[in-house]
């Protein structure tokens, strides 16, 4: 729990001095109120990654200090991560880095990871001890693809105050306790590290939004997940690969569904933001109706009441796979109960039919 603490600390004061700096009043400030996806109606600081990069940096020093052996990768790990952040925040100051750059970017640092690391995606577990083993042609594709699309889909789920940010904290910490599990220092003391400096930026994010994740945050902590989500699985063949599945299947099933309903359904571009991801429909149809008017303090009540409904549907998959992370079987069956619960709320909030008992009046 001391990387914890430390990146916590860290990223609190860090974050702070970010929003008090008056040179922030500028390009790396939020005023686009008009776009779909946008809840909020003033000026708001949008590089959050920063401090919670620059926060795991300073822990993972004073952690590498305190325990160098198990954590001889992390230098290595935080390398990988910067070349997928470094596009994001650029994102965030200037907003001219384009989506298939980020992601270029995201994909080199998973190639550096597959390479320097052996972060790879060697094998898929399936029911009754049957395992696939991914040859080298199939591996580096596959590794690439997956982590990439980690950290894009956090990126697509970071539409409202403490969404992103608590979602990921809550999968982090399934990390630490599985890595504790089958033993595995490096995984534990680095998602434990991440998971602070998250914390620390949560603080201030949640439920004011004094400052936003930006995309150089999403990015970070994506990938973060991302990597060390494969990682865990393939240090430890006793982690069912399953586990990491159902772990990340919120946000990676949002990003597979948004692309299907805009592609084959909407006819248009993937990467053409829209607003009725499952969050912003609930922010729409059901967080409406517990507030009303359509004025600052309304919809920032709003904006900070849509977030605990997405917390607790990523639980229902977070939960079964920290409890069940050996189990196979179990973790496909709670991922195909994940997806179908999730298209059976989509369909009904999309048709004007949300569930009377989503509805939380005052």
């Not at 590498?64 to 935080?78: A, D, F, K, S, V």
């Not at 990682?231 to 299907?260: D, G, H, K």
């Not at 607003?275 to 149809?285: D, E, N």
Request: net charge positive.
């Amino acid at each position: 729990m001391f990387s914890f603490f430390v990146s916590f600390v860290c990223s609190a004061l860090l974050t702070l001095l970010v929003i008090k700096q008056a040179k922030l009043h500028g390009p790396a400030l939020d005023s686009d109120f008009t776009s779909v996806q946008r809840a909020h109606t003033h000026l708001v600081a949008r590089i959050g990654g920063l401090p919670i990069y620059l926060s795991v940096v300073l822990a993972a020093a004073i952690s590498m200090w305190r325990e160098p052996i198990p954590l001889q990768l992390l230098p290595w790990l935080l390398l990988c991560a910067f070349v997928a952040f470094i596009g994001g925040v650029l994102e965030d100051y200037t907003g001219a880095v384009r989506p298939s750059r980020r992601l270029l970017l995201t994909m080199a640092g998973a190639t550096l990871a597959y390479f320097l690391l052996d972060a790879k995606i060697q094998r898929i577990d399936l029911p009754f001890g049957l395992v696939i083993l991914a040859s080298g042609a199939i591996a580096l594709p596959l590794t690439v693809l997956a982590v990439a699309g980690i950290a894009n889909a956090v990126n697509i789920i970071d539409g409202f105050n403490g969404l992103a940010s608590m979602v990921t904290i809550c999968m982090l910490v399934s990390l630490a306790y599985v890595a504790l599990q089958v033993d595995d220092m490096f995984i534990l003391i680095t998602a434990l590290m991440v998971a602070g400096a998250t914390a620390g930026f949560l603080v201030w994010n949640y439920p004011v939004g004094l400052i936003f994740l930006g995309d150089g945050g999403a990015y970070f902590i994506g990938f973060m997940l991302g990597e060390l989500a494969l990682m865990l699985v393939m240090r430890n063949p006793e982690v069912s690969t399953w586990y990491a599945a159902l772990l990340l299947i919120y946000p990676a099933f949002e990003t597979i569904f948004s692309a299907y309903r805009r592609m084959f359904v909407r006819g248009k571009s993937p990467a053409v933001p829209d607003g009725i991801h499952l969050h912003s429909l609930i922010f729409r149809r059901i967080v409406r109706w517990t507030v009303g008017k359509k004025e600052a303090r309304a919809l920032l009540q709003r904006n900070a009441r849509t977030s605990p409904y997405l917390w607790l549907f990523s639980l229902m998959a977070v939960i079964p796979a920290t409890l069940f992370w050996q189990n196979t079987i179990v973790l496909i069956v709670f991922s195909l109960l994940f997806v179908i619960s999730y298209l059976w709320l989509y369909a009904r909030i999309v048709r004007f039919r949300s569930p009377r008992w989503l509805i939380w009046r005052k």
